[in-house]
């Protein structure tokens, strides 16, 4: 004869179970956060204006890429490993010499006292190609073809995070500032001639 269980029974005890239960797993370490660093924190790792930034952290055993995911990673110890933003430039990816133009940071002894001050790095909102139009890349794209690893995800400077990186092409809509000769058809009133 088959055993028959009451459902109310069977609810209670699985309930019951799960009152036992609910404190026997550890308490799981909360994933590192990215930190945000002020801009000029992050401009003074920079040689000039648009240089490559300096390698902030001592050498590690492991390759860049192994932590400079195109994506990011959050890194134990350490923070978070801001992505690479040159992953889906032609002939670089994994196979990269990261230190062809990103050096450690190493000043010791090495410069004497003067008075120089570089010029201030200026952040303000992008410039449009025209009125009501998207800003444009104040960069160029070489290298830096992977967009979301700047402008999106945990490594993100608020100032120039993206609302919208679920879209697929960027540049579709955002163009180079340098690059108004393809669209400056655009920017002419209608029944103006292009010259």
Do not use: W
């Amino acid at each position: 004869m088959p055993l028959r269980i009451d459902g109310r029974f069977a609810a209670a005890a699985a309930l019951l179970l799960s009152a036992l239960t609910s404190g026997c797993q550890p308490p799981q370490a909360a994933a590192p956060q990215a930190t945000l660093t002020a801009s000029s924190e992050r401009a003074a790792r920079r040689a000039y204006d648009g240089a490559p930034p300096v390698i902030p952290h001592a050498r590690l055993g492991a390759s860049c890429v192994e932590c400079h995911t195109q994506t990011g990673k959050a890194v134990p110890e350490r923070g978070f490993a801001p992505a690479n933003p040159h992953a889906a430039t032609a002939g670089l990816g994994a196979a990269a010499s990261c230190l062809q133009c990103h050096l450690f940071k190493n000043d010791d002894g090495l410069f004497a006292e003067n008075d120089f001050q570089g010029q201030a790095q200026v952040f303000v909102g992008g410039e449009r190609l025209y009125p009501h139009a998207p800003p444009v890349m104040p960069h160029r794209a070489f290298m830096r073809e992977n967009c979301n690893a700047c402008h999106s995800g945990p490594s993100a400077r608020p100032e120039i995070r993206c609302s919208h990186p679920d879209r697929v092409n960027c540049r579709q809509c955002h163009v180079e500032s340098t690059d108004r000769s393809s669209v400056s058809i655009a920017s002419q009133p209608l029944g103006t001639p292009a010259e």
